[in-house]
T-cell receptor, first 114, second 114 residues
Framework: GAGVSQTPSNKVTEKGKYVELRCDPISGHTALYWYRQSLGQGPEFLIYFQGTGAADDSGLPNDRFFAVRPEGSVSTLKIQRTERGDSAMYLC????????????FGQGTRLTVV | AQSVSQHNHHVILSEAASLELGCNYSYGGTVNLFWYVQYPGQHLQLLLKYFSGDPLVKGIKGFEAEFIKSKFSFNLRKPSVQWSDTAEYFCAVTPTSGTYKYIFGTGTRLKVLA
């Protein structure tokens, strides 16, 4: 596609529920990143993929968060047993490769846990 | 640990004023440097980037940034701002080897008065 696409754009869920956030990267981009942004803060790194494998998942806050990219294209960020503190904007970005290329960001998914 | 500091959190300028936003990073190795901009209601967009070569980098919309390695700084400048430059600006770094995750600063919210 023309840009990075994230769905849904907004998600409201109840505390304790499971959610999935989807990211469609730019076609041909091998690197894919997930970030979380809270109000008044910069994007906080969660995980990035090079191809199908998670190259660095050091930013995932706990084992309730998991991400997959099974075919090296679309990625899904999965959050189990959601908590109110998980409410934030979740950003996805992709780049041609991880090394020495810039990342292009999607519009984000605003997750609200009530 | 890697970190990025943006010392100006909120900046208010009149049109035609000059702009300089500070960015300092902390990392022991070589890095790639970026400035991203987020206009109201839009996604993060790349303003400019530095990978290597001339430390004075020119980006879109008349912005430029200078990498001063000895000061670990990558300050953003524009000689004459416009009302349309009202946005949030984020500095980011990524190592040139190992993990390629982007580390962002907390952002600077710029308001330009017409």
């Amino acid at each position: 596609g023309a840009g990075v696409s994230q769905t849904p754009s907004n998600k409201v869920t109840e505390k304790g529920k499971y959610v999935e956030l989807r990211c469609d990267p730019i076609s041909g981009h091998t690197a894919l990143y997930w970030y979380r942004q809270s109000l008044g803060q910069g994007p906080e790194f969660l995980i990035y993929f090079q191809g199908t494998g998670a190259a660095d998942d050091s930013g995932l806050p706990n084992d309730r968060f998991f991400a997959v990219r099974p075919e090296g294209s679309v990625s899904t960020l999965k959050i189990q047993r959601t908590e109110r503190g998980d409410s934030a904007m979740y950003l996805c970005a992709s780049s041609l490769t991880a090394e020495n290329t810039e990342a292009f960001f999607g519009q984000g998914t605003r997750l609200t846990v009530v | 640990a890697q970190s990025v500091s943006q010392h100006n959190h909120h900046v208010i300028l009149s049109e035609a004023a000059s702009l300089e936003l500070g960015c300092n990073y902390s990392y022991g190795g070589t890095v790639n440097l970026f400035w991203y901009v987020q206009y109201p209601g839009q996604h993060l967009q790349l303003l400019l980037k530095y990978f290597s070569g001339d430390p004075l980098v020119k980006g879109i919309k008349g912005f430029e940034a200078e990498f001063i390695k000895s000061k670990f700084s990558f300050n953003l400048r524009k000689p004459s701002v416009q009302w349309s430059d009202t946005a949030e600006y984020f500095c980011a770094v990524t190592p040139t080897s190992g993990t390629y995750k982007y580390i962002f600063g907390t952002g600077t919210r710029l308001k330009v008065l017409a």
